[in-house]
């Protein structure tokens, strides 16, 4: 049974830094998919960041390019998403995500979430 656990988030200010991380165990190979997606109120699920964990190729979404880094963790079937210039745009709930194979980086390729951490970017 595939299970997704994140950590991290918080509140900082603006400008700031959080790193999240994701742990999700229980494939049968290595080939799946790990990606962050974000929902803040009255908004729809977003993608964040996406990162297949055989190849380490990765997406971004326009937003956070060049402020946020996905990477594979030290620790195998884990994840970090590394979130710095935080803005309080950024401010949502963020959901790690895992499907087998190669998929697009958007929610409904998904099948294997987490229960989300709360990101709040205020001074």
């Known amino acids: 049974q595939v299970q997704v656990v994140e950590s991290g988030g918080g509140l900082v200010q603006p400008g700031g830094s959080l790193r999240l991380s994701c742990a999700a165990s229980?494939?049968?190979?290595?080939?799946?998919?790990i990606g962050w997606f974000r929902q803040a109120p009255g908004k729809e699920r977003e993608a964040v960041s996406c990162i297949r964990r055989s190849v380490a190729s990765t997406y971004y979404a326009d937003a956070v390019k060049g402020r946020f880094t996905i990477s594979r963790g030290s620790a195998k079937n884990t994840v970090t998403l590394q979130m710095n210039s935080l803005k309080p745009d950024d401010t949502a709930v963020y959901y790690c995500a895992a499907t087998l194979g190669h998929v697009y980086c958007v929610p409904s390729e998904y099948d294997y979430w987490g229960q989300g951490t709360q990101v709040t970017v205020s001074s």
């Open positions: 229980g494939f049968s190979s290595d080939n799946y998919a």
